[in-house]
């Protein structure tokens, strides 16, 4: 199933690592000098090379679920380099990790950068006293969500499983945005088909729960027995947040 794609797409990935001055942005440790060697790294030939890339990615460029300035054109990178026939090559698994090759992980890395600028977690944010519209690396992940809904989309119709089912759940936090909000409609189909019926209980629960939010009749739908150890809670931070709200944590646990 293919969806009408926007006008705008995303950039040459080679061109965009060179156009950008990484000196000047930033990720959880400091500058930002690292991270093209780590996006370089994602198609490494060597298989623990390109894992411990992805590693870093999760941890560094986007440090337990956090958006930094240099998030938004990691994404971007990313994005671009979906199409890249190296990414079908295989990765390390952390424990309880879900399966498929190196393009389903990048697909799922993007599903958590945009889940962090959805519409909850800016009323969540906003909830504790911070504007969602004065927080730039946030603003920046909004601005690109179409050149990521292209991305994303093109896989909707991969050979592999995994794969689809990881773009399917990409797009869910990105129609949110105003511009793509026409595609639920679209979409919804594809998440009953690929998310409602699978396996992993974290997709379940989330297809289930978008439909409902879009206005779906999700009528006898519920999520299956967990297969997996690890909860959407720790994945998610919009769960995250929900989570510190019901223990009344300091805002300063949560996830921006």
């Known amino acids: 199933m293919t969806l009408p794609q926007e006008a705008t797409q995303p950039l040459d990935p080679a061109e965009l690592l060179a156009r950008t001055t990484w000196s000047t942005l930033e990720h959880a440790y400091g500058t930002a000098e690292d991270v093209p060697q780590i996006l370089l790294d994602l198609v490494d030939a060597d298989l623990r090379v390109r894992s411990q890339a992805l590693s870093r990615l999760h941890h560094v460029v986007h440090h337990q679920n956090t958006l930094y300035t240099a998030t938004a054109p990691a994404a971007l990178y990313v994005a671009g380099i979906l199409g890249d026939a190296r990414t079908l090559e295989s990765v390390e698994k952390e424990p309880h990790a879900f399966t498929g090759p190196m393009r389903a992980e990048l697909l ?36 690109i969500r179409p050149q990521l809904f292209h991305a994303a ?52 629960a989330r297809a289930i729960d978008a439909l409902g939010r879009w206005g779906q009749d999700i009528t006898g739908l519920e999520v299956r027995q967990e297969r997996y150890a690890f909860c959407d809670a720790e994945h998610r931070p919009r769960a995250r947040a929900r989570a510190a709200e019901a223990q009344e944590w300091d805002c300063t646990d949560l996830p921006f």
Do not use: K, N
Not at 115 to 142: H, K, L, N, Q, S
Not at 187 to 193: E, G, I, N, Q
């Open 108 to 143: 799922g890395w993007l599903d958590s950068v945009a889940d962090a600028a959805d519409d909850e977690t800016a009323a969540t944010m906003r909830r504790f006293g911070f504007p969602p519209e004065e927080y730039p690396p946030f603003v920046e992940i909004c601005r």
């Open 153 to 204: 989309s093109a896989f909707f119709d991969d050979l592999d499983p995994d794969v689809r089912a990881a773009a399917v759940s990409a797009c869910i936090p990105l129609l949110d945005d105003p511009r793509l909000i026409h595609h639920r409609d679209t979409l919804a189909p594809l998440l009953r088909d690929s998310l409602v019926t699978s396996a992993v209980s974290p997709y379940q």
